[in-house]
């Protein structure tokens, strides 16, 4: 998986981030399957293989997942724990995007997550671990804010973090646009094409 250009990391109207989100979600309404195959597909998704663990699911405040994550120049297994969910008032939020009325009703949602490098070689070029990431509020993903969240305290930036050995952890953490007043607000986490596990902060 390549990583994600820096140039890249500009902070955008939540519109056009929305859109981007909707372009690539997991929904695929494509029905195009031969009908003579729908047996078949249901018997496989009844019965996974044995050879992919189960993954995904929700997940104490405080407890770690495991996920391994496809990086060069090798596969690296981590640690992983959604550590708190930081929510912030709609003014601030008309001040991060370029179109403050693109803010109206919504707020920002800072997640800072905690990852650990448990197994597989040591990183020399950035990591893809955080690409997993999202933030949830009330079942529905927000739009993210790209470039946002490095300047917050405690967090890091992910591209900035060149060399990774075992043992060593660090927090990125992503900065979502989501409804002001959401009851809860959920991060989520998971390995390419697996389930995501899912740390819920439910709010006041």
Do not use: N
């Amino acid at each position: 998986m390549p990583h994600r250009k820096t140039a890249l990391r500009l902070v955008a109207p939540v519109a056009v981030l929305a859109l981007a989100l909707t372009a690539c979600g997991g929904g695929d309404d494509d029905t195009g399957a031969d009908p003579k195959d729908e047996g078949t597909t249901e018997s496989a998704a009844a019965s996974p293989s044995p050879s992919r663990p189960v993954s995904g699911g929700d997940m104490a405040q405080g407890e770690s997942a495991t996920g391994k994550v496809a990086e060069d120049p090798g596969e690296v297994t981590y640690d992983v724990v959604a550590q708190k969910v930081e929510v912030g008032t709609e003014a601030e939020a008309a001040k991060a995007v370029a179109d403050a009325a693109d803010a109206k009703g919504r707020v920002l949602a800072t997640a800072h997550i905690k990852y650990t490098h448990k197994s597989g070689p040591a990183l020399t070029e950035g990591s893809d671990v955080h690409d997993g990431t999202a933030v949830f509020a009330d079942g529905q993903r927000g739009g993210v804010l790209i470039g946002a969240s490095e300047d917050a305290p405690g967090c890091e930036d992910p591209y900035d973090v060149e060399s990774w050995k075992r043992g060593e952890s660090h927090v990125f953490c992503e900065t979502y646009v989501i409804p002001a007043g959401a009851a809860s607000v959920e991060v989520h986490w998971s390995e390419e094409d697996g389930e995501p596990y899912v740390w819920k902060f439910p709010q006041k």
